[in-house]
Structures are given as structure tokens and as C-alpha cells.
């Protein structure tokens, strides 16, 4: 069983930036893949960046060069540093974990880019 618990949103003016952290319970190696998900309203939800056991990473097109995401396995934390945001990743950004075959997520953390 893991627990995932995300914080660091809030409301920030375009051009900021924001981290985000996803607090896991248990070892995070035995996570495969991590992951940040974000739903806007009215839209699905959309994978923005991942990352493997192995700290592959893979980007969404759309957050290319503005988004990092990164782990700390000491601190069984997973992060999303955003830089340059703009109105359109308004969102809530969810955090994802397979274990095995099982996904679990988060209750996700509420972005808002707005002047």
C-alpha cells in the first residue's frame, strides 16, 4: 500500500514559479514510475511529466523546458519544479505511483496562473 500526499500549489501571477512535492509512505523503491498528472476543468486529465525508477524522464510537448520533475529517494518525495507559468497550466496536479501493477494517486493540489 502507498499513500500519496502532494502539496505546493497555489496562486501565482504568469511568469512565476512553483514546486510541488508529492509525499510518499512507504520505500520509494519499490516504485517503478512517478508521475504528475493535471486536470483542467472540462479537459481529461494529462500526463505533464514522468519519471522511472531509473530517473528516465519524459515531458509533456506543452511543458518542455519549463517543467523539471525529480525524486529523492531518502525523503520518499517526488517534485515538479514550474517555471514560467502561464495562464494555461491552470490545474489540479495530481501525483501517480505504479507499484507492480497497481496506480495509486493523490488528492491532488490546485495550480492557478492568473494576473
Known amino acids: 500500500q502507498v499513500q500519496l500526499v502532494e502539496s505546493g500549489g497555489g496562486l501565482v501571477q504568469p511568469g512565476g514559479s512553483l514546486r510541488l512535492s508529492c509525499a510518499a509512505s512507504?520505500?520509494?523503491?519499490?516504485?517503478?514510475?512517478m508521475g504528475w498528472y493535471r486536470q483542467a476543468p472540462g479537459k481529461q486529465r494529462e500526463l505533464v511529466a514522468s519519471?522511472?525508477?531509473?530517473?528516465?524522464?519524459n515531458y509533456a510537448d506543452s511543458v518542455k523546458g519549463r517543467f523539471t520533475i525529480s525524486r529523492d529517494n531518502t525523503k520518499n518525495t517526488l517534485y515538479l519544479q514550474m517555471n514560467s507559468l502561464k495562464p494555461d497550466d491552470t490545474a489540479v496536479y495530481y501525483c501517480n505511483a505504479l507499484v507492480v501493477t497497481t496506480i495509486y494517486w493523490g488528492q491532488g493540489t490546485q495550480v492557478t496562473v492568473s494576473s
Open positions: 512507504g520505500n520509494m523503491f519499490r516504485i517503478n514510475f
Open positions: 519519471i522511472t525508477g531509473a530517473s528516465s524522464t
